[in-house]
């Protein structure tokens, strides 16, 4: 199915999004992780960029190749992987853990969407890691101008303490969600997105002709580089394949020469023998 409407990080770059909305966008990611965790699978991976909106503002989950399988609800994986900056203090540690590491995900996404990105994005990715497991739930911008049913959302999802972090059926019936809007209103957004992402794309292309322009000789500069680069090659080939012949003919007549007075050239791997001395 083809989702022509882009990623959630589209969105997020280029609009403000309402609490409503963003509820939306929280409720069918749930949805999609309700049916995941029930046949025991982690998806690993949550965040913006895998979240795919058609233009009637349909959502899709996407990107599965960070999926973990789960042979029960007790069983618990260690390996590290996701993207730094919205794994779970426990991946970060290389704790064992279960399908809670994406509702951590999630609340990192939901940041994303209240303030364009996620926490320490400015950070390495390793400096990243690090605070993670040194600050645990980060901390937002502006809490304050956020509803309670949001930060009620916010802070069950990022409970540092797994055993006590909220399932995905628990919080497809928390309070936020219950309010979130109607996906169509999520139509508008897309639509921005792509003609943001749109113009963009022109002043890119703007930009690339008038350097062209300005400099109308890179062009034929570099064409003749690569003239000149394979030219060499093909020289440096030749005397190459030159000097081989030279070599073989050589060696031929030394050993024409070795069979006319009765010796043969000691094999290879006697020649590199060494005699015992007394």
């Known amino acids: 199915e083809y989702m022509e409407g882009g990623s959630l990080t589209d969105i997020v770059t280029h609009s403000i999004m309402t609490e409503g909305q963003?509820?939306?966008?929280?409720?069918?990611?749930?949805?999609?992780?309700?049916?995941?965790?029930s046949k025991g699978i982690i998806h690993r991976d949550i965040k913006s960029d895998n979240i795919l909106l058609s233009l009637t503002g349909d959502i899709k989950l996407t990107d599965f190749g960070f999926c973990a399988q789960i042979k029960d609800h007790a069983?618990?994986?260690?390996?590290?992987?996701?993207?730094?900056?919205?794994?779970?203090?426990?991946?970060?540690?290389?704790?064992?853990?279960?399908?809670?590491?994406?509702?951590?995900?999630?609340?990192?996404?939901?940041?994303e969407m209240i303030e364009g990105?996620?926490?320490?994005?400015?950070?390495?990715?390793l400096r990243a890691l690090f605070l993670i497991t040194t600050n645990g739930k980060p901390q937002l911008k502006d809490r304050e101008s956020l509803s309670s049913e949001l930060q009620e959302f916010l802070d069950a999802c990022l409970e540092v303490n797994p055993d006590k972090r909220a399932n995905s059926v628990q919080l497809l019936n928390s309070k936020f969600i219950e309010m979130a809007a109607n996906n169509l209103t999520l139509a508008p957004l897309v639509q921005l997105a792509r003609t943001e992402k749109q113009k963009e794309q022109e002043q890119d292309q703007e930009q690339e002709q008038q350097d062209s322009e300005e400099d109308p000789d890179h062009e034929q500069e570099d064409y003749e580089e690569q003239e000149y680069v394979q030219e060499h090659v093909r020289a440096n080939v030749q005397e190459y394949v030159s000097d081989q012949e030279e070599e073989g003919e050589e060696e031929e007549q030394e050993k024409n020469q070795l069979h006319q007075h009765g010796h043969e050239p000691l094999p290879v791997s006697y020649t590199h023998l060494t005699l015992p001395t007394n």
Do not use: Q
């Not at 929280?26 to 992780?33: A, I, N, S």
């Not at 926490?119 to 390495?124: G, K, Q, R, S």
């Open 22 to 37: 963003m509820g939306a966008v929280c409720r069918e990611t749930l949805k999609g992780l309700r049916f995941l965790h």
């Open 75 to 111: 069983s618990k994986r260690n390996t590290m992987v996701g993207t730094p900056y919205w794994m779970a203090p426990e991946i970060v540690k290389k704790k064992a853990y279960g399908p809670k590491v994406d509702l951590w995900s999630l609340g990192i996404m939901t940041i």
């Open 117 to 125: 990105e996620p926490p320490y994005l400015n950070e390495t990715p």
